[in-house]
């Protein structure tokens, strides 16, 4: 009797092995079937509000991808997210992702601080960094292996912000370019002081004069000091570079305190955003925003814009609030062609695909050719465009190929 319950004691044990080895092999199964890649962005704080519109274009990309059956012979995509309001969670993150959720790609991040910084660590642990939108020419300058940039970063916003002046705004306003006066004020992260220093490098070499540079601290409550002194340089063209908030309140101030500049350029961030027009209202009409392509574009050059435009509606109930959104989608885009054409998540195997990977400009989204600098890892053929904000919209007004509207100069 012994004996008999013995082996239907054994019996019992291998038929739970066997169960245990089929759901373990059914797990296995199903992840096989999914290649997950971390995506880090700035979701609370203070940069929350285009991290989160920004990490909505990556989702876009990805629910599109999956939708019309994956990548890599029919593989889904599973983005896990990491929250980095900071420089310091943005390294945090970046460990976490790698050493607990086994990541091998990450992609991020709208801002150049959390950019920096989550590089450093996936640069140490050989994990690809893939990024959409934060603009610093030091992520892609210091030589890592590891680090593709899709977006132009901030030496190509501040050559436009200088061949817009010399090529449209001097004959405008009737001046030669060397009778051209121009200011700047900028906040001081690693954001605003990299378009501001290589925007004086390049007027000085086309012989424009820098009056003023003024400096501040994004999360200011008080820009008068910063008005008055603009003011008192009385330039013909005023560069600003600001996030949301501190962008409402330069210009209100400068209202307040009858600062009148003829034209005024933005350079991306706060700029770009409804929330933007919103809070600065009447004031903010004639402004110019250097920056990545928005949605009042000629669509001919950004084939696809229109279909972006009603996934992100359908999805978010709302019409899209910045460009950012759009460049993470078409970022997102080249990353999942690059794991079709490689079949798997493998940082050596990816980054030479991404070498080899070319589209010629006016062939995506955003206009953007793609074409990967392999000492860099930057898309040398993304560009920002000079948009205008009229009756409340932000219209393309230049170059031409992207134009919708002829620029205004309301205060010649």
Same mark, same amino acid.
């Given at each position: 009797?012994?004996?008999?319950?013995?082996?239907?004691?054994?019996?019992?044990?291998?038929? *739970?092995?066997?169960?245990?080895?089929?759901?373990?092999?059914?797990?296995?199964?199903?992840?096989?079937? %999914? *290649?997950?890649?971390?995506?880090?962005?700035?979701?609370?704080?203070?940069? @929350?509000?285009?991290?989160?519109?920004?990490?909505?274009?990556?989702?876009?990309?990805?629910?599109?991808?999956?939708?019309?059956?994956?990548?890599?012979?029919?593989?889904?995509?599973?983005?896990?997210?990491?929250?980095?309001?900071?420089?310091?969670?943005?390294?945090?993150?970046?460990?976490?992702?790698?050493?607990?959720?086994?990541?091998?790609?990450?992609?991020?991040?709208?801002?150049?601080?959390?950019?920096?910084? @989550?590089?450093?660590? %996936?640069?140490? =642990?050989?994990?690809?960094?893939?990024?959409?939108?934060?603009?610093?020419?030091?992520?892609?300058?210091?030589?890592?292996?590891?680090?593709?940039?899709?977006?132009?970063?901030?030496?190509?916003?501040?050559?436009?912000?200088?061949?817009?002046?010399?090529?449209?705004?001097?004959?405008?306003?009737?001046?030669? *370019?060397?009778?051209?006066?121009?200011?700047?004020?900028?906040?001081?992260?690693?954001?605003?002081? %990299?378009?501001?220093?290589?925007?004086?490098?390049?007027?000085?070499?086309?012989?424009?004069?820098?009056?003023?540079?003024?400096?501040?601290?994004? #999360?200011?409550?008080?820009?008068?000091?910063?008005?008055?002194?603009?003011?008192? @340089?009385?330039?013909?063209?005023?560069? @600003?570079?600001?996030?949301?908030?501190?962008?409402?309140?330069?210009?209100?101030?400068?209202?307040?305190?009858?600062?009148?500049?003829?034209?005024?350029?933005?350079?991306?961030?706060?700029?770009?955003?409804?929330?933007?027009?919103?809070?600065?209202?009447?004031?903010?009409?004639?402004?110019?925003?250097?920056?990545?392509?928005?949605?009042? /574009?000629?669509?001919?050059?950004?084939?696809?814009?229109?279909?972006?435009?009603?996934?992100?509606?359908?999805?978010?109930?709302?019409?899209?609030?910045?460009?950012?959104?759009?460049?993470?989608?078409?970022? #997102? =885009?080249?990353?999942?062609?690059? /794991?079709?054409?490689?079949?798997?998540?493998?940082?050596?195997?990816?980054?030479?695909?991404?070498?080899?990977?070319?589209?010629?400009?006016?062939?995506?989204?955003?206009?953007?050719?793609?074409?990967?600098?392999?000492?860099?890892?930057?898309?040398?053929?993304?560009?920002?465009?000079?948009?205008?904000?009229?009756?409340?919209?932000?219209?393309?007004?230049?170059?031409?190929?992207?134009?919708?509207?002829?620029?205004?100069?309301?205060?010649?």
């Amino acid at each position: 009797m012994k004996k008999i319950f013995s082996l239907i004691l054994i019996g019992f044990i291998l038929l *739970l092995s066997a169960c245990n080895g089929s759901e373990k092999a059914n797990g296995d199964d199903k992840a096989s079937d %999914t *290649l997950k890649i971390g995506a880090i962005f700035p979701l609370s704080g203070g940069l @929350a509000l285009l991290g989160e519109e920004s990490y909505r274009g990556v989702e876009l990309a990805v629910e599109q991808r999956n939708k019309n059956g994956g990548v890599a012979n029919g593989k889904k995509v599973e983005l896990v997210k990491g929250d980095a309001p900071d420089a310091d969670s943005a390294q945090s993150e970046a460990n976490r992702l790698i050493n607990k959720e086994n990541i091998k790609t990450i992609v991020g991040s709208y801002s150049s601080g959390i950019a920096l910084a @989550a590089s450093e660590v %996936t640069e140490r =642990n050989g994990v690809l960094f893939w990024e959409y939108g934060a603009v610093a020419d030091s992520i892609t300058d210091r030589g890592y292996n590891y680090v593709l940039r899709t977006n132009p970063p901030a030496s190509y916003l501040s050559k436009t912000h200088i061949d817009f002046i010399k090529n449209y705004v001097a004959d405008k306003l009737g001046k030669n *370019l060397s009778d051209i006066k121009v200011a700047i004020a900028h906040e001081d992260s690693s954001y605003g002081t %990299t378009i501001a220093v290589e925007a004086e490098k390049l007027a000085e070499k086309e012989g424009i004069s820098i009056v003023t540079i003024q400096p501040y601290s994004a #999360t200011s409550n008080d820009l008068s000091s910063v008005v008055l002194n603009l003011k008192k @340089a009385e330039p013909d063209v005023l560069i @600003a570079v600001s996030y949301l908030n501190d962008g409402i309140l330069l210009h209100r101030q400068s209202q307040e305190l009858g600062l009148k500049v003829p034209v005024v350029v933005g350079s991306g961030g706060g700029h770009d955003m409804t929330d933007f027009i919103e809070g600065v209202g009447n004031i903010g009409d004639g402004i110019f925003n250097v920056a990545f392509p928005q949605y009042q /574009i000629n669509h001919e050059f950004t084939p696809g814009m229109d279909d972006f435009v009603n996934l992100y509606k359908e999805k978010y109930g709302e019409s899209p609030r910045s460009g950012h959104s759009l460049v993470h989608f078409m970022g #997102t =885009n080249v990353l999942l062609d690059v /794991i079709d054409e490689v079949k798997e998540i493998d940082p050596d195997k990816m980054r030479e695909a991404a070498m080899n990977y070319k589209v010629e400009p006016g062939k995506t989204v955003t206009g953007w050719g793609v074409e990967f600098d392999p000492k860099t890892g930057q898309n040398l053929l993304s560009e920002p465009y000079v948009h205008q904000w009229i009756g409340g919209k932000l219209f393309a007004v230049w170059p031409e190929k992207v134009a919708v509207q002829e620029p205004q100069l309301k205060n010649k």
